[in-house]
């Protein structure tokens, strides 16, 4: 293990534009749990209906019960863990280029992080579907004792910024996220599982353009074969190792 460590200290010390790739890995010791799996919000919520935005548009009211009751609490409550401080660091000491999170919890923000690019939008931001106005997550709440579903001062519709299942990610945050990658010097994943798309395909861009590239997660991934170094263990205890 230390050797390995030693590894990434080197790799870390050696890139001066690292991209940060992050999945539900790092934010699961934050106390947000995952989707799939026993115990999963999925297992509980059938994802086809909560994170369908077929759904959604018909009668969003179910959405906003399960907002207020399980999402709200879970986001207020969750604080970043050491991993996310490690990379405030690397951005402080200037080695950091972009964050890309897999992620809706806006815990990267919290910490501190100022370059965040979001694949699947943000749980805290709620949108106006009719005149873009943007509400966070308190006054959402807020306004849900005495509304339901949610309406925008304009009587237009309101939905989280997340990207539901029958939406396309957002465009702007595909084109950041790779340019990141084509042009950093060292892709670190961290907890991405990297069976999604696009995880799947932005460490293999970098990788083409000679990055470093660099895995921490839990379990193994299909990429773990063409990294420079993988590590299978919990990313907030390398982390904070190695930073
Ligand atoms: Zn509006």
């Known amino acids: 293990m230390d050797e390995l460590i030693q590894k990434l200290k080197d790799i870390v010390k050696n890139s001066n534009r690292i991209v940060a790739f992050t999945g539900a890995g790092i934010s699961s010791e934050s106390g947000i749990p995952t989707y799939r799996?026993?115990?999963?919000?999925?297992?509980?919520?059938?994802?086809?209906?909560?994170?369908?935005?077929?759904?959604?548009?018909?009668?969003s009211a179910y959405y906003w019960n399960f907002f207020r009751d399980e999402r709200y609490p879970?986001?207020?409550?969750?604080?970043?863990?050491?991993?996310?401080?490690?990379?405030?660091?690397?951005?402080?000491?200037?080695k950091?280029?972009?964050?890309?999170?897999?992620?809706?919890?806006?815990?990267?923000?919290?910490?501190?992080?100022?370059?965040?690019?979001?694949?699947?939008?943000?749980?805290?931001?709620?949108?106006c579907m009719c005149c873009g106005r943007t509400f966070s997550?308190?006054?959402?709440y807020k306004k849900l004792?005495?509304?339901?579903?949610?309406?925008?001062?304009?009587?237009?519709?309101?939905?989280p910024s997340t990207v539901l299942f029958g939406e396309p990610l957002p465009q702007h945050a595909l084109d950041e996220a790779t340019l990141a990658a084509k042009n950093c010097d060292m892709f670190l994943v961290l907890g991405s599982s990297l069976v999604v798309y696009p995880a799947a395909s932005l460490p293999e861009?970098?990788?083409?353009?000679?990055?470093?590239?660099?895995?921490v997660n839990i379990d193994p991934t299909p990429l773990d074969d063409i990294a420079d170094l993988v590590i299978h263990d919990s990313v907030s205890k390398v982390l904070s190792k190695v930073i």
């Open 145 to 159: 004792e005495h509304e339901l579903p949610p309406k925008c001062s304009c009587g237009g519709n309101l939905k």
């Open 37 to 59: 799996g026993t115990g999963g919000l999925w297992s509980k919520y059938d994802p086809a209906i909560y994170a369908n935005i077929d759904f959604f548009l018909r009668d």
């Open 205 to 215: 861009i970098a990788k083409r353009e000679d990055a470093k590239l660099v895995i």
């Open 137 to 140: 997550m308190d006054e959402i």
């Open 74 to 94: 879970m986001l207020k409550q969750a604080k970043p863990n050491a991993a996310y401080y490690a990379l405030v660091k690397l951005e402080n000491l200037g």
């Open 96 to 127: 950091m280029y972009h964050v890309i999170t897999q992620n809706i919890d806006g815990l990267h923000q919290i910490a501190g992080q100022s370059d965040v690019i979001e694949l699947h939008g943000s749980t805290r931001k709620i949108l």
